[in-house]
């Protein structure tokens, strides 16, 4: 839809008594023409410059209503509203505000108890308003390429290299394309699934899912196409906040949607025109009700990508997406009666978004945890207003990466060192501390275990340890460097030896080995879904190859993401792009697998192009922090009068 050929009504409906009406058409408010002092909040200094993406085109004739439902203490005032227009061009923007937080008339019922040092932090009592504005660039710049932008948007030269895609190739990128979801005329994300022989209207597969999405946004951003990723850190920010309950319920402050989806409904006057606007989900629609821990962790690893493969670092320094990330880290940073450094978290609050028998602390979750850590401390203006939140992420950091190292690594030696394991301790020196019984190791694992590596395993709690083995937990702690050197080539070197199990005819098994007979029964409540060897019980799940490649590349494996990719090739354009693979080797398409499922498709994509352009993966990892490490809080206070535990963590690096 072009913006300036004809109207587009936006109401922001704030509170009932708060509606504004803006058309495009004139960029006059009621027959008021603006003055030159009022001025255009822009969103960015820096002009983005992108590709027009090839998306599906708005229906003549619809309206689009952006709908922002603040929290309930919030506050709603036409003073609020900031509005401008722009000349030439004739057409307005609509700034919509945005109340980030105001903890002073949140119930302390209601709030949860935070760190003394995070909350020494003032700067969340003051009110926000938040610009959302989309933008459309001159069609003169819409063909530039990311190469072309430098930190501070200096324009560089660059030659630009023509690579032959394959068919599969060209199909997935259409494919793509043809997923992108639009609102208000604008690209804002992708649909889970979009297949078109399907018309089973009851699941979410036709919604923009936070994690579907990461995948998608990484292959356009790797194909210097950046608008729809800028579009969609925005629009999931606005949402953030959301007025949603679970039986009454509401979410904590900072909580981002699973996934929202774009509706159009009539407008009154009945003159057959449509109205758009935007309907989240934190969970009070999905299976099992469980609202999503990782769509937070996600939104920040995506934005720090963003800035990192855009060059336009103006998106992370607006104050409303500053206020979004200190959000998140709030609530994942506030204390509870855990006594782990790791997040506390129900089934289902994953990838893994069924019963599975992850509750507890998933190492999936720990991995995203620890990464959106460092993207935040990386990200965040550190200032008076925010030193507290930042010494709060340093310390979890440390905290967090010790306590995964130590306690859920294991090798043939840690295996042995836990069979002969005494119990029953009650000791600060105790080595069990857990409490683990020897009689937990499974018998699967005895003769599976390699001689040369090992891995992180699922689960940790008190006497209980889950051996099983989760790909993308895995995955994404070597991404992070949640693991040392010797334990992400350690998990490297295990793949390659279990080549048969993990990856076999299709990349990649989300887990191993999979629930079987009563085990399942009992652990995922006789799922039917869940059943072994499929779905999330130990199906294969094509999505995972770009953190698979992502993981090469940064361990100097770029063969072994050559050889998974050429896997996955071969069959997925045949098999229709489906959502998972059954069987043990995955050579079946999942019997209840979507075709033409979004995140495949976009795995496979984002995969190839980190393939073609290696360098551009050193911006999406991260190394070892020796700061962190110099800071170590393993040991405990000699204070205290107890005795320091002997630190573990670090591991220097090979010559």
């Known amino acids: 839809m072009m913006m300036n050929s004809r109207s587009c009504i936006c109401i922001s409906a704030i509170k009932p008594c708060c509606r504004f009406l803006i058309s495009f058409k004139s960029s006059s408010l009621f027959g008021v023409t603006p003055t030159s002092s009022i001025r255009l909040i822009n969103s960015s200094k820096l002009p983005l410059q992108c590709r027009k993406i090839e998306s599906r085109s708005i229906r003549s004739g619809i309206h689009c209503r952006r709908r922002i439902v603040l929290d309930r203490n919030a506050f709603c005032n036409s003073d609020s509203i900031s509005w401008g227009g722009r000349g030439g061009r004739g057409r307005g923007v609509l700034v919509i505000p945005r109340v980030a937080s105001d903890f002073r008339n949140r119930s302390s019922s209601s709030s949860s108890s935070l760190s003394s040092h995070v909350n020494k932090d003032k700067s969340f009592e003051s009110i926000f308003v938040k610009p959302f504005v989309f933008e459309e660039l001159p069609e003169k710049e819409s063909d ?69 999405f990461v995948p998608s946004a990484y292959a356009f951003l790797l194909d210097g196409e950046g608008e729809i990723v800028r579009n969609f850190l925005l629009q999931t920010l606005q949402l953030q906040s959301w007025e949603k309950t679970v039986d009454c319920h509401s979410p904590g402050p900072g909580l981002m949607p699973a996934s929202f989806k774009v509706k159009s409904v009539p407008r009154e006057g009945n003159d057959g025109s449509f109205e758009e606007f935007i309907d989240a989900d934190f969970g009070e629609s999905a299976i099992g009700r469980v609202s999503p821990v990782d769509s937070g962790l996600w939104w920040i690893i995506l934005l720090r990508a963003y800035g990192k493969l855009t060059g336009d670092y103006t998106l992370q320094e607006r104050i409303d997406v500053q206020t979004g990330i200190k959000l998140i880290l709030k609530l994942c940073l506030a204390d509870g009666f855990d006594m782990f450094p790791t997040l506390l978290v129900t089934d289902g609050s994953c990838m893994i978004d069924r019963r599975m028998g992850i509750h507890g602390h998933p190492l999936e979750i720990q991995a995203l945890f620890y990464s959106a850590l460092r993207c935040a401390r990386e990200m965040l203006n550190v200032n008076d207003e925010t030193k507290n939140l930042v010494a709060a992420v340093n310390s979890r950091l440390s905290a967090l990466s010790f306590h995964i190292r130590e306690y859920y690594w294991v090798d043939i030696k840690k295996i042995n060192e836990i069979y002969r394991y005494s119990t029953e301790e009650y000791s600060p020196d105790a080595t069990n501390k857990f409490n683990i019984y020897p009689e937990q190791i499974p018998s699967w694992l005895v003769d599976w275990i390699p001689n040369r590596g090992g891995y992180f395993i699922g689960n940790l709690q008190p006497a209980h340890m889950d051996f099983r083995f989760f790909t993308l937990g895995n995955l994404w702690a070597i991404v992070s460097s949640l693991g040392n050197q010797e334990q992400n080539e350690g998990v490297m070197a295990l793949i390659e030896e279990k080549w048969d199990d993990l990856v076999a005819n299709m990349p990649l098994k989300i887990c191993f080995p999979a629930l079987e007979q009563e085990e399942w029964r009992i652990i995922t409540g006789s799922d039917p879904k869940n059943t072994p060897w499929s779905y999330h019980n130990g199906g294969s799940w094509p999505t995972l190859l770009w953190q698979f490649t992502l993981a090469c590349i940064k361990m100097g494996k770029l063969d072994l993401a050559k050889k998974a990719v050429a896997l996955a090739e071969k069959r997925l354009k045949e098999d229709q792009w489906p959502e998972y693979y059954d069987t043990r080797s995955g050579r079946f398409v999942g019997k209840q697998s979507r075709l033409y499922q979004t995140w495949t498709i976009a795995g496979f994509l984002a995969s190839k192009k980190l393939i073609e352009q290696p360098e551009k993966a050193s911006l999406l990892f991260w190394q070892e922090d020796y700061q962190l490490l110099e800071t170590c809080v393993c040991g405990l206070n000699k204070s205290s009068g107890r005795k320091k535990n002997k630190c573990s963590r670090f591991t220097p690096p090979r010559s």
């Open 144 to 212: 530039a390429k990311f190469g072309n932008v430098g930190v501070k948007g200096e324009e560089k030269e660059e030659e630009v290299v023509v690579i032959s895609q394959s068919e599969a190739e060209r199909e997935a990128w259409k494919l793509l394309r043809g997923a992108v979801v639009d609102y208000c005329g604008f690209p804002v994300g992708t649909v889970a699934a979009n297949d078109p022989g399907d018309k089973q209207t009851l699941l979410n597969y036709d919604q923009v899912f936070i994690r579907d």
